[in-house]
């Protein structure tokens, strides 16, 4: 056991009530549905990048940020490189701090 490990509760928890305390006034409603889109890429290096995000009434938070980048890269890797992607559907945040973004994920093209 390192001497890290027995403090890594208490900080956990504490830069989660310093996160709430800062933040929490934008933290998306808990299983409240946002309805929305978002546009995305698989860089043709293999990078992930929102270029466009909109949802009807969610604040830009921390929460918003992490579940977004979280979901824009799992669903640009299952696409090839240099694919430009168009999310259409709600996004929704549960009282634990997991999400679920619920909709399509279609390939744009360009021309």
């Known amino acids: 056991m390192s001497l890290v490990e027995p ?4 900080e956990a928890d504490y830069r989660s009530r310093v996160m709430h305390a800062t933040w929490g ?9 946002y309805a929305g889109e978002i546009l995305f890429a698989h860089g043709c290096y293999g990078d992930a990048a929102v270029i466009h995000c909109e949802f009807e009434e969610l604040s830009d938070s921390p929460w918003f940020y992490e579940h977004l980048n979280d979901f824009v890269a799992d669903k640009a890797f299952e696409r090839p ?15 634990n701090g997991k999400s679920r973004f619920s909709g399509k994920v279609r390939r744009v093209s360009v021309k």
């Not at 490189?81 to 009282?95: D, E, I, N, P, S």
């Open 81 to 95: 490189r240099g694919a430009l992607l168009r999310f259409t559907g709600t996004y929704m945040m549960f009282k």
């Open 25 to 33: 006034h934008l933290a998306p409603e808990p299983r409240k549905q």
């Open 7 to 10: 403090f890594a509760a208490v």
